[in-house]
C-alpha cells in the first residue's frame, strides 16, 4: 500500500489570551504560541446543524491511512500508560478564572478506546489515534527520580528528585493548572519537598506560564527557588508575541480550534497535546543561563549536561542530559510527532538543517548511554535500543524535509511544486512518531524553500499578483459569472475534488462576500478537507473556516494581547518598536515631531521622533529641539500598555509630566492605530 494522498503531504474561541502572550506555541504558541484558547462548547450546536458527513470522497482518503499505517502497533499505547501513579479524580475539571475552567477534559470524553482503528468517518483515523493517546492522564514514573505529569495541558511539566527538593521542567501553560496538579498529585505521592530549580527548556508560552503557580515572588526574590533557562530566553520568550501578536493570536484561534464544537465533526486534539489550558500566564526571569554545547551544571545536587538548539523548535531552546538517570530531556526537538518548520499560527520559519544537526550532536554526546527519552510533549521512550532509532529518525526527518526541498529548488521547482512532489520515505513515514499530527510534509517543505530563498517563486507573473478581492472579481468574471463558476464547483465537489472546490469558490467569495451559496459551497470543501486532515492544526484550521463562513465570526470579549509579567519583561526599545508598528503613515504623512521620554523608575531616556512617516529613536539622549518632554515611571507605561489606564488619565492624575507643547503629544496619539483582533479570514 503507498503512502496515502492527503491534505498533511501535500494532496488533498480566539485563543483566549486573557494574560497571553501567545506563541508559541510551539507553538509558538509562540510561540504559541502561540498558543492558549479557551474551552469551547462540548456540544455539536456550537456549529449547528450545518456540520454534513464525510463524503465518499473523504472516506476513501482516510481509508488509505488505515491501509498504509499499523493500527496493530500498540506500544505507543503501552508508553503513554507506563508508570501511571495517579490521575486526578474524573471528570477532570480543573477550575480556571470565572465560569471558564483552566482545564475540561470532560469535554473530550467521546475520544476513546485503544489502538485499533474506530475512528469516526469526520476523523482521520491516524489523527483520531493520535487524539486518543493523547487522552492519557495523570503523574507518572519516568525512571525512579524523574516523574511527568501528562494530559493537563498542551505541554508536560517534569520533575527530577534533588538531594533537598524537587527540579521542575516546563511548568505548564497556566498557573492555575500547575497549582493544582501540585497540590493534588505532585504533593499526596511524592511528598512535600521544596522547589528548588525551575528549568525553561524554551521560550514557548506552554512551558514557563504556569510557574508563579508553583513558585512564590518571595522565593524567587530570594533565591530559594532558581530559574535555568538558554540564554536569550526573555527576548525571545517576550518579542516573538509583540511585533505580530494581534495577527499571530487570530490566525492561532483557528489553528487550536478554539471556537470549534469538541466532537468528531470539530475539534478531536491539538496534534501536540490534547489542547490547551486557559488561566493566568506569567513569567518569572531566569537566574541561570545554559550557554553552550558541552556546559556542565550542577542543580541541586544532580548533574546536567547542555546541548544548545537556537533556532530550531524556538528560537532559544536547549536540551539536557542527566548522567545519574541515563535520562535525555529533548526539550521539543525530538516528540512524537512530526513538528513544525512553520507554524501556522505565524511565526519565524524554523531551519531543518539545524535542527537536524542538534538531534546527530545528541547521539554523539550520549546516544550509547541514554536509557531514557523524555521530552517535553507526549510520552517517553524507554531503552537504548529503541531510544536510537527513534532519535535518528527524528534526525533524518528534518534533514530530508531540508534537503529534499533544496534540491528540488535547485532544479527550478516553485514552493508549491516541491510541496506537492516531497514524501517522506516509507522507512520514516510507517513510524507514528513521523507522522504529521502538528507539522505536515506540505508546508513544511514550503517553509524550507521560504527559509532559504524567501516567498518569491521565481515566477514574474507572482511578483506583483493583484490583492484576493481585486483577482477574485477578475477570474469570476473571466470564468463566465458567479453561477457558472458555482455549478461547475458543485461538479468538481461530487468528484471530491475539494482543494479546486476550495480554491476557485474562494475566488468567488472575494468577489462576492455576500453570495450565500459561493460561502456554503466553499465551507463544505473546507469541511471535507478538515475531515481528511492527519495535522490537527490543518483540521482546526478548515473547520474554523467553514464555521466562519456559514455563521460568520462569533465574537468574544476582546483578549488583552500580552501578560503583565511579558509587560514587564519587555525592554524599551522593543515597546518602542512596537509603536513604530501601529503607527498610521498616511496619518503621520507629512507631520514631524520629537520628544524626550524619561522613565524615573529605571533611569532610562530616549529621544522619540517621527518623520517621513516612520519612528525613530535614540537611547540615553535628550534633546534640546523636543517639542514635548515627557516624565514617568516604567510602571506606568506597563499600565498603558496593559490597558488599565491611558495617558490622558495620568497626566490629569499629575502621575505623568508633560513640559512643552502637550498638543503635539496629543497629535501624536492620535497616529497610532489600535489592532482589532477579530479580522476577516475567509472573507474580503
Known amino acids: 500500500m503507498s ?24 507553538t509558538g504558541l509562540s510561540s504559541v504560541v502561540g498558543d492558549v484558547i479557551a474551552q469551547g462548547d462540548a456540544s455539536s450546536g456550537a456549529t449547528g446543524a450545518a456540520s454534513k458527513p464525510a463524503t465518499r470522497s473523504t472516506l476513501d482518503i482516510n481509508q488509505q491511512y488505515a491501509s498504509f499505517l499499523s493500527f496493530a502497533d500498540a506500544q505507543d499505547f503501552e508508553d503513554a500508560r507506563r508508570g501511571l501513579i495517579a490521575t486526578l479524580p474524573e471528570p477532570v475539571v480543573i477550575p480556571g478564572q470565572g465560569a471558564i475552567p483552566a482545564w475540561n477534559l470532560q469535554q473530550f470524553a467521546f475520544v476513546n478506546g485503544g489502538p485499533e482503528n474506530n475512528a469516526p468517518s469526520t476523523v482521520n483515523p491516524s489523527l483520531w489515534r493520535n487524539a486518543k493517546l493523547n487522552m492519557n492522564h495523570g503523574l507518572f514514573t519516568v525512571v525512579e527520580g524523574i516523574w511527568q505529569v501528562r494530559g493537563y495541558d498542551l505541554s508536560v511539566m517534569s520533575i527530577i ?40 527548556t524554551h521560550s514557548h508560552v506552554d512551558h514557563y506560564g504556569g510557574v508563579r503557580g508553583l513558585v512564590s515572588d518571595q522565593d524567587l526574590q530570594s533565591g530559594k527557588v532558581k530559574i535555568v533557562a538558554p540564554v536569550g530566553f526573555t527576548e525571545a520568550a517576550v518579542g516573538e508575541n509583540v511585533i505580530a501578536g494581534n ?17 468528531p465533526t470539530g475539534i478531536v486534539d491539538g496534534g501536540l497535546g490534547k489542547t490547551t489550558s486557559v488561566g493566568t500566564i506569567t513569567l518569572a526571569f531566569p ?14 545536587g544532580v548533574d546536567i549536561e547542555i546541548l544548545m538548539a537556537p533556532e530550531s523548535e524556538a528560537p532559544s531552546e536547549f536540551m539536557f542530559y542527566l548522567p545519574k538517570y541515563k535520562a535525555f530531556c529533548a526539550a521539543e526537538d525530538a516528540t512524537h510527532t512530526l513538528h513544525n ?5 505565524g511565526a519565524k520559519v524554523r531551519d531543518g538543517l539545524l535542527w537536524s544537526k542538534y538531534l546527530q550532536t545528541s547521539i554523539d554526546m550520549w546516544g550509547a548511554d541514554a536509557q531514557v527519552l523524555f521530552a517535553s510533549h507526549y510520552w517517553p521512550t524507554w531503552g537504548n535500543d529503541r531510544i536510537l532509532p527513534f532519535l535518528r529518525a527524528q534526525r533524518d526527518m528534518y534533514r530530508y524535509l531540508h534537503d529534499q526541498t533544496l534540491r528540488l529548488a535547485n532544479m527550478g521547482q516553485t514552493p508549491l511544486e516541491i510541496g506537492e512532489a516531497i514524501r517522506l520515505p516509507d522507512s520514516l513515514a510507517k513510524h507514528w512518531y513521523c507522522r504529521s499530527y502538528y507539522g ?44 457558472a463558476v458555482i455549478r461547475k464547483a458543485h461538479a468538481s465537489y461530487d468528484k471530491g475534488e475539494y482543494r479546486w472546490v476550495a480554491e476557485v469558490m474562494n475566488h468567488v467569495v472575494f468577489a462576492e462576500p455576500q453570495n450565500v451559496a459561493a460561502k456554503q459551497l466553499l465551507a463544505d470543501a473546507y469541511e471535507q478537507l478538515g475531515y481528511q486532515a492527519e495535522s490537527a492544526p490543518w483540521r482546526n484550521f478548515y473547520l474554523t473556516g467553514a464555521m466562519e463562513l456559514r455563521k460568520g465570526i462569533q465574537k468574544v470579549p476582546a483578549p488583552q494581547p500580552q501578560s503583565p509579567d511579558t509587560i514587564r519583561a519587555m525592554p524599551l526599545d522593543m515597546f518602542l518598536d512596537f509603536l513604530g508598528i501601529r503607527l498610521n503613515g498616511e496619518r503621520a504623512a507629512g507631520k514631524t515631531v520629537t520628544f524626550n521620554l524619561t522613565l524615573t523608575d529605571t533611569k532610562e531616556q530616549v529621544v522619540l521622533g517621527v518623520e517621513n512617516s516612520a519612528i525613530h529613536y535614540s537611547k540615553g539622549k535628550t534633546s534640546d529641539a523636543a517639542d514635548a518632554s515627557i516624565t514617568m515611571t516604567r510602571e506606568n507605561l506597563n499600565n498603558i500598555m496593559l490597558g488599565t489606564t491611558n495617558m490622558q488619565k495620568l497626566v490629569m492624575s499629575g502621575d505623568v509630566k508633560v513640559d512643552g507643547n502637550s498638543q503635539q503629544l496629543g497629535a501624536f496619539l492620535t497616529w497610532l492605530d489600535s489592532f482589532e483582533f477579530y479580522f476577516n479570514i475567509v472573507t474580503p
Open 287 to 300: 537566574s541561570i543561563f545554559a550557554e553552550k554545547t558541552g556546559q556542565k551544571m550542577t542543580l541541586d
Open 440 to 483: 505536515t510534509v506540505y508546508h513544511d517543505a514550503v517553509a524550507q524553500y521560504n527559509l532559504r530563498l524567501g516567498f518569491f517563486d521565481g515566477v514574474p507573473a507572482h511578483l506583483h499578483m493583484l490583492p484576493p478581492t481585486e483577482s477574485g472579481k477578475r477570474y469570476v468574471d473571466y470564468m463566465g459569472g458567479a453561477a
Open 161 to 200: 528528585r534533588g538531594d533537598q527538593g524537587y527540579i521542575v521542567v516546563d511548568p505548564f501553560i497556566t498557573t492555575e493548572v500547575a497549582s493544582t496538579v501540585w497540590k493534588q498529585l505532585v504533593i499526596p505521592h511524592l511528598g512535600d519537598k521544596p522547589i528548588t530549580h525551575v528549568i525553561y
Open 3 to 26: 503512502q496515502p494522498k492527503h491534505p498533511a503531504d501535500g494532496e488533498a474561541r480566539r485563543v483566549f489570551l486573557k494574560n497571553v502572550a501567545v506563541a508559541g506555541m510551539a
Open 247 to 263: 495577527a499571530m493570536g487570530r490566525r492561532a484561534s483557528y489553528m487550536y480550534g478554539s471556537l470549534l464544537p469538541r466532537s
Open 341 to 345: 518548520l512553520y507554524t501556522l499560527r
